[in-house]
C-alpha cells in the first residue's frame, strides 16, 4: 500500500464526541478505547518523516513507536537526550527496521527552538508530519524569555517551531504531492480558560495566574494556533493541513510538578486512559487517509468533535498570532 493509504473504508467525519472508554463504534469507525496501534493498522507510511516534541515519555513516546512502526521516519524531539536515547532503543528492540533519531529541544527556550530547526533543516531531510506534542504543568515561573512557564512551552515553543519549519513541510509537499501535516496536542480543558481567553496583557503576571485556568490558557492557544495556522495554509493553497487535538484524560507524567501528581497516579488506573488508548487520537490524525483534506478541525476519541467558542474566535485567533510574532520577536528574529 502506499502513504497514508488502509485498507480502512472512507468514512465521513462527524461531530460525535463520545464518553471516555465508550467502545460504540462512531462516524470514523474508532472510539476513545482504541488503541494507537489499532487506528493505524494496515497504513504503510514508509517514506514519511516526522517530528515530534516530548517523545520521551507518555503519549509522544508511544505517538513515536506507532509511526516508526507504520514505516516513519521518526525524529524524537526531547530535552533529555538521555530519556530520548531510551526510547529509541526500546522502539528499535522491538523493531529493527525503525527509523529513528533523537534531537535536543528545549520549548521554553526560544533560543533552543531556534538551534533545533537550524539543526534540523542542515540534515536535508524532508518532513511530512509536524506533531507538536509537548506539554507541563506548573506552578508560577518564568522561561529563559520571561514568559510564564506553560505558556512558554506548550503554546509559544511550539508556535515559533512551526514557523521555523514550515518552509521545510511546504518544500516536501510540494516535492511530494503528499500531504503535510500539523497537529497541536491540546486538552478538552481549553473550554476552561480564563474568561478573556488569553491574558493578552498579563500573559506573565503571578497576580493573575491560576495553574488549572493558566493551563488551559496554554491548550486554548494551541487550538486558536492550528486553526489561525489552517486557515492561512487554505489562503496559500498549501498541501498542507493543520489540526488540533484532545488526547482525553490519560494516566501520563503531566502532573509530577504539582500535588495532582499522587492523585493521578492513585486514581489514573481506574478513571483516565492508558497511554496506548492516549496516543490514539494522535496517530488516527498524523496518518490515517480518512484525514486527508481535513484543516482546521479539533479531534476527539478518534472523531471530528467541536472545541469551545472562544477557539472557535477567527478574531482572537488572530490577535493570538500577532501576539505570538511579537513576542518571538522581542527574543530574536521568529
Known sequence: MGLFSSRSDPILKSSDTMGLFSSKKAPSGFSSSNTAEEVTRGIDATGLTAIITGASSGIGSETARILALRGVHV????????????????????????????????????????????????????????????????????????????????????????????????????????????????????????????????ISDESRLNIMWAYAQSKLANVLHANELARRLKEEGMLITSNSLTPGAVETNIFRDTILSGIASSLGKYFLKNVQQGASTTCYVALHPNVKGVNGEYFRNNNISESNSKAQDTELSKKLWDFSIKLCENNGNA
Open 75 to 202: 525524529v524524537v524531539a526531547v530535552r533529555d537526550l538521555s530519556a530520548g536515547g531510551a526510547v529509541k532503543e526500546a522502539i528499535k528492540k522491538e523493531n529493527s527496521n525503525a527509523k529513528v533519531d533523537v534531537m535536543e529541544i528545549n520549548l521554553s527556550s526560544m533560543a533552543s527552538v531556534r538551534k533545533f530547526a537550524s539543526e534540523f533543516k542542515s540534515l536535508n531531510l524532508p518532513l511530512n508530519i509536524l506533531i507538536n506534542n509537548a506539554g507541563v504543568v506548573t506552578y508560577f515561573k518564568l522561561s529563559q524569555d520571561n514568559i510564564e512557564m506553560m505558556f512558554a512551552t506548550n503554546h509559544l515553543g511550539h508556535f515559533l517551531l512551526t514557523n521555523l519549519l514550515l518552509e521545510t513541510m511546504k518544500s516536501t509537499a510540494d516535492q511530494s504531492n503528499i500531504e503535510g501535516r500539523i497537529i497541536n496536542v491540546s486538552s478538552n480543558a481549553h473550554k476552561y480558560s480564563y474568561n478573556e481567553g488569553i491574558l493578552f496583557d498579563k
